[in-house]
């Protein structure tokens, strides 16, 4: 059920019943959630707070958090590259939670993903991730310096989704933005994201039911196999998305190594060397799908295709 109304008095309440819902949950678990330090980051600081949103889970428990305190500022930074549940989810959040003051920011140089890797005349990859900086730190680093110095930036980041991650403070200063960087959800698990959401009676991104474990970029460039035949399974329409996108580059959006060489039908003149077209990993990854589990986890046959198991 969706609490946001035109009636004032009724916002009024929905603010006041999120409040209650986050001191309650803030009680129950000692603190604020898994890590205490969680509402010591936001109720000792008087700086501006640039909430980011993605439309994922870790972004949208961070932004749950983030209510019952003053002065923070909601951003999403818009690749036009997410998938339209993903657009129509931001939606919901903006009018059921942010009263419509979610900003979105977009890139300075291009108009999206697509148009970054035209003009780069490749698409990013794991070596180069220009994309990154292109689409969300380079408009996000634009945007703060009208708060600078008083601002700080929060990140829905968990230091269980990568080594990388967990080597990260929960407070750091970021010399690229000029402000400090805070990650109140660090020690956090999915689970415990989950759990937030549904405290709140906020209902996730719908991707994640459909078995998708990143809801971003959609695809990722650094997508995996597993990851890709399940977004192909559910979602067949984005075949079409990267091979439309490969016609307009004339190169691949795969790296070369992605499925072994035999199976690939691009050649390139130039290094005298093949790559994998779109349609031959789509044909490798359908054609070798039980050795794929062989070598994954990742949505291994269950009553629930999500894989984090919150189907209803």
């Known amino acids: 059920m969706a609490w946001w109304c035109e009636n004032k008095k009724i916002r009024k309440l929905h603010k006041l019943y999120r409040w209650l819902t986050l001191y309650w949950y803030n009680l129950s678990n000692g603190g604020c959630g898994p890590s205490p330090t969680s509402a010591i980051f936001f109720l000792e600081s008087d700086m501006k707070k640039i909430i980011c949103i993605s439309g994922g889970k870790d972004s949208t428990a961070l932004m749950l958090l983030s209510l019952s305190y003053s002065d923070c500022i909601y951003i999403f930074c818009d690749t036009d590259w997410e998938h339209p549940l993903t657009y129509e989810y931001l939606t919901y959040l903006n009018k059921t939670f942010l009263d419509d003051s979610l900003i979105t920011l977009k890139p300075i140089k291009y108009s999206g993903f697509e148009d970054l890797s035209l003009k780069k ?83 996730p991104n719908p991707l994640y039911k459909k078995g998708m474990k990143r809801v971003g970029c959609f695809p990722c460039v650094l997508i995996n196999k597993k990851e890709l035949l399940n977004m192909i399974r559910y979602f067949p329409e984005v075949k079409e998305k990267i091979k439309n996108l490969e016609d307009k580059l004339g190169r691949s959006f795969f790296p070369p190594n992605y499925i072994p060489e035999r199976f690939q039908t691009g050649y390139d003149p130039k290094s005298g060397k093949n790559f994998p077209k779109a349609d031959d ?3 490798y990854i359908t054609r070798n799908e039980n050795q794929l589990d062989l070598f994954s986890d990742d949505f291994s046959e269950q009553s629930c295709i999500s894989y984090y198991s919150i189907c209803e």
């Open 281 to 283: 990993v789509f044909d």
């Open 121 to 203: 005349k490749r698409v990013p990859s794991a070596m180069a991730r220009f994309c990154t900086e292109a689409l969300k730190l380079e408009p996000t680093k634009l945007y703060i310096k009208q708060f600078l110095p008083d601002v700080e930036i929060y990140l829905g980041v968990r230091a269980d989704e990568s080594f990388k991650r967990s080597l990260l403070k929960e407070k750091a200063f970021a010399d690229y933005y000029g402000c400090y960087l805070v990650r109140p959800l660090l020690k956090w698990t999915a689970k415990d994201c989950f759990d937030l959401l549904n405290k709140f009676d906020c209902r």
